[in-house]
């Protein structure tokens, strides 16, 4: 028997569509994390404490895709051809808030170990009076908020920069 005789091994399958492609894996990511400074693209700049909702939504290409998760954002670029699901769901969250997509199928796994070196900043919430402000706002603020016009509350957004819990400046 030759090579073009012999029966195709029913154990190598191509992964379905959308799904990784090999060297895409887990641990090919957590290498990648290993092994790289700045996948951020932070450039050395310290996290930012003031991004804004419009500047995340000017980040929605999967080249340059910035995604907001508990108030945090992140540039998930990177990350894009890891993602066990497939890169089409997270390309349709980049320039948005993921938040609530990502506690819906994920809420188990820690971010912080995933994509935390992804880390650009924080979300800065801005009062502008309405009712848009506290359904932007309202599920990734569950951090502690610095304020500069009163108390944190849905009601009383303020100037908010929204920082994770035990961080107060």
Same mark, same amino acid.
Not at 31 to 37: C, D, E, K, N, V
Not at 126 to 132: A, I, L, Q, V
């Given at each position: 028997?030759?090579?073009?005789?012999?029966?195709?091994?029913?154990?190598? @399958? &191509?992964?379905?569509?959308?799904?990784? $492609?090999? *060297?895409?894996? %887990?641990?090919?990511?957590? !290498? =990648?994390? @290993? &092994?790289?400074?700045?996948?951020?693209? $932070?450039? *050395?700049?310290? %996290?930012?404490?003031?991004? !804004? =909702?419009?500047?995340?939504?000017?980040?929605?290409?999967?080249?340059? *895709?910035?995604?907001?998760?508990?108030?945090?954002?992140?540039?998930?670029?990177?990350?894009?051809?890891?993602?066990?699901? *497939?890169?089409?769901?997270?390309?349709?969250?980049?320039?948005?808030?993921?938040?609530?997509?990502?506690?819906?199928?994920?809420?188990?796994?820690?971010?912080?170990?995933?994509?935390?070196?992804?880390?650009?900043?924080?979300?800065?919430?801005?009062?502008?009076?309405?009712?848009?402000?506290?359904?932007?706002?309202?599920?990734?603020?569950?951090?502690?908020?610095?304020?500069?016009?009163?108390?944190?509350?849905?009601?009383?957004?303020?100037?908010?920069?929204?920082?994770?819990?035990?961080?107060?400046?």
């Amino acid at each position: 028997m030759n090579d073009t005789t012999l029966p195709k091994n029913p154990r190598r @399958r &191509r992964p379905p569509e959308g799904k990784v $492609r090999p *060297g895409f894996g %887990l641990n090919d990511w957590l !290498t =990648l994390l @290993r &092994r790289s400074s700045d996948l951020a693209q $932070r450039k *050395g700049a310290p %996290l930012r404490r003031d991004i !804004t =909702l419009e500047e995340v939504k000017k980040h929605d290409r999967s080249y340059d *895709g910035w995604m907001i998760l508990r108030g945090k954002v992140y540039n998930i670029g990177p990350y894009l051809a890891y993602h066990p699901g *497939g890169s089409a769901i997270l390309e349709k969250v980049c320039g948005r808030d993921g938040t609530e997509l990502f506690d819906r199928y994920h809420a188990w796994v820690n971010i912080e170990n995933l994509i935390g070196p992804l880390l650009l900043g924080y979300l800065k919430v801005e009062k502008n009076g309405g009712d848009d402000d506290e359904r932007a706002a309202g599920h990734y603020l569950k951090g502690v908020a610095a304020t500069t016009s009163g108390p944190m509350s849905a009601g009383n957004i303020g100037n908010a920069v929204v920082l994770p819990s035990g961080v107060a400046d």
